[in-house]
Nanobody
């Protein structure tokens, strides 16, 4: 069974940091690009960041550039999202998703094209109070 499990969410004060983890089981992330998405109540799901299968190319939505860093450790079969300088507007459930294929070795699929992402986690809650 292909699974992605997110962890590392929680309640954190504005300006502080969290590191989210996305662990794959039942398959290897070697051939998968991975993205982080988030969804807050009443809002559409938003692509936050992505990384190519080989880890050579990354993408960040403008609102997190300079604050969030995505990384991929194929040996650990995991992807991480380091989130610094957190803001109340970062409050959301964060999901990771993986896209399979050689097309994504050097460039991840657009986070606006969710159909490319084959495997999804169940999410982890991040809360930054105002």
């Amino acid at each position: 069974q292909l699974q992605l499990v997110e962890s590392g969410g929680g309640l954190v004060q504005p300006g502080r940091s969290l590191r989210l983890s996305c662990k794959a089981s039942g398959f290897s992330l070697d051939h998968y690009a991975v993205a982080w998405f988030r969804q807050s109540p009443g809002k559409e799901r938003e692509g936050v960041s992505s990384i190519s299968a080989r880890g050579v190319s990354t993408y960040y939505v403008n609102s997190v550039k300079g604050r969030f860093t995505i990384s991929k450790d194929n040996a650990e079969n995991s992807v991480y999202l380091q989130m610094n300088s957190l803001r109340p507007e970062d409050t959301a459930v964060y999901f990771c998703a993986a896209a399979y294929g050689s097309s994504w070795y050097f460039q991840p699929p657009s986070v606006t094209e969710e159909s490319h992402y084959d495997v999804w986690g169940r999410g982890t809650q991040v809360t930054v109070p105002s």
